[in-house]
């Protein structure tokens, strides 16, 4: 089973771009083509075997996020003053100068 899927390859004028996914892990790669990488098609099946590789090794460094919990609730009852928002603004433009 191959874990590449080529899920858009697009020419436009002279650009020619490319995205590969990984079928197993929420990985991808984008890519828009040199003028010599698409000079000819043993160079543009060389680029992509290529970018496959990266996509593999991206997909071997991936590592599944935390779970986390959704607070939501408690963030929307949070009641947070127009003046306290003011002059914070203030003092972060007081910084950028």
Known sequence: METYKITRYEEKSDALFICINHTE???YIEHFFTEDERKNEESI???IAGLIAEL???ADEYVEP?????N???AKNL???NSK???KKAELITKRI
Request: charged share 35%; net charge negative.
């Open 56 to 58: 593999e090794i991206k």
């Open 25 to 27: 892990k929420p990985v």
């Open 66 to 70: 935390e779970e986390s919990v959704s």
């Open 72 to 74: 939501l609730e408690y």
């Open 45 to 47: 099946k060389d680029t």
């Open 85 to 87: 928002i003011t002059a």
């Open 79 to 81: 009641t947070i003053s």
